[in-house]
Structure formats: C-alpha cells, structure tokens
C-alpha cells in the first residue's frame, strides 16, 4: 500500500500512527527539498535545464451554445518544454486521432522537443524537470528514451 492511500485511509478514520506521522513529515520535508533544488537549477543561467509539462486536455471546439456543448470533441494535447539557457519554448501538440496521451505518446513527444532542441543548441548537459505526473516523469518509457540517447550518442 502506497503512502498516499494510508495517509488517505488515516484521514477517514481521524487516525495517524507514528509511523505514518514520520512518513508523511518525511515526504513533506523531501517535497519542500525538490522545490528549492528546481528553483536554484532554474535561477543558475549556466546550467542547460528543461522543464517540460504536458498541459491540460484542450477539447475542441471552444463553443459557448449549450445545445452543443455536449456534442463529441476533439482532444488535442500539448507537451510544453521551456529551455532556461536560451528562455525557448518549444511544443508537440497532437490530437487524439493521431495518438493518446499514454507513457509513449508522451515518450514521442519528448523526443521530438529534444530533437529540434538539440538541432538548435549545443548540448552536452541536460538536467530535465517536470512535475509528478506518472506519465511524464515516472514513466518508464520515457527514462528508457533518455537512457539510451545518452549511451547511444
């Protein structure tokens, strides 16, 4: 069982043992660590970092007549990277007819972001962020890309 499932099952029964206590303290504390870490990273212009964040779902289209607000639309995804040396935004905007949103859809994406970033900049660091979505930073899929581009570069 997760920490978040016990800490949620804990709040329903108005119940926290020590250890969950020291648990959630804990993932307060390396919580709060990351932010400072991100924020420092962010302000240093020298080193190249990537933040990169897959942004709500954008139905389309944007209709405002309630007869057809509850018709069929198309879900079009944007995976957003902002590259701190150079202050450059790029996008992979896709809609669901082409792919989803799933671990390597998201994989794709990052790779076309780091493609024409590497085309247009000389790197040989990269320190990538993004937040805890499951399917951008924890992904397995994703890691793997990152791994063998390096090794395979």
Sequence with gaps: MTFARNSKSAKQTQTLTDDLKYEYDAHQASKMNMREVRNEEKKDKDLPVLLFDLQNVLPTPHVSIS???YLRKLNVYNLNAYYTPTKQVYSALWSENLSGRAG???????????????EKNDITELI????????QNRNSITQFYIFSRIILK
């Design 128 to 135: 990538t962020w993004s937040d805890s979505c499951i399917l």
């Design 104 to 118: 390597n859809d998201i994989a794709s994406a990052f790779h076309k972001i780091l493609t024409v970033l590497t």
């Design 67 to 69: 007869s057809l607000f």
